[in-house]
């Protein structure tokens, strides 16, 4: 699986744009979610999307403001792990 990185908030722009040519999915990963590691595993082991879709990843933990600015993009709410009980994005799909 080839990830493309998201590490700008540009990068929300390009896959909005991006959208209207395939279907694009960003994977909101939390380092420290272990659902989010078992998600992103099965996700790379399973992955045979490669000409159809286009994935994206975010690191939530060193990325947050930009996954607060990717949250809006597909209607889907945000949620940021937190000490007092982990909650994981896993996923946002795009598609126009």
Same mark, same amino acid.
């Given at each position: 699986?080839?990830w493309?990185?998201?590490?700008?908030?540009?990068?929300?722009?390009?896959?909005?744009a991006?959208?209207?040519?395939?279907p694009?999915? &960003?994977?909101?990963?939390?380092?420290?979610?272990? &659902?989010?590691?078992?998600? =992103?595993s099965?996700? *790379?082991?399973?992955?045979c999307?490669? *000409?159809?879709?286009?994935p994206?990843?975010?690191?939530l933990?060193?990325?947050?403001? =930009?996954? &607060?600015?990717? +949250? $809006?993009?597909?209607?889907a +709410?945000?949620?940021i $792990?937190? +000490?007092s009980? $982990?909650?994981c =994005? &896993?996923?946002? +799909?795009?598609?126009?």
């Amino acid at each position: 699986m080839n990830w493309y990185i998201l590490n700008t908030i540009d990068g929300v722009e390009e896959i909005k744009a991006r959208s209207h040519e395939m279907p694009c999915i &960003i994977f909101k990963h939390s380092t420290t979610c272990s &659902i989010s590691h078992i998600a =992103k595993s099965r996700l *790379e082991r399973d992955w045979c999307f490669e *000409e159809v879709i286009a994935p994206y990843y975010l690191d939530l933990k060193t990325n947050q403001t =930009k996954a &607060i600015t990717t +949250a $809006p993009i597909a209607g889907a +709410a945000l949620k940021i $792990p937190k +000490a007092s009980g $982990p909650t994981c =994005k &896993i996923l946002s +799909a795009i598609s126009s």
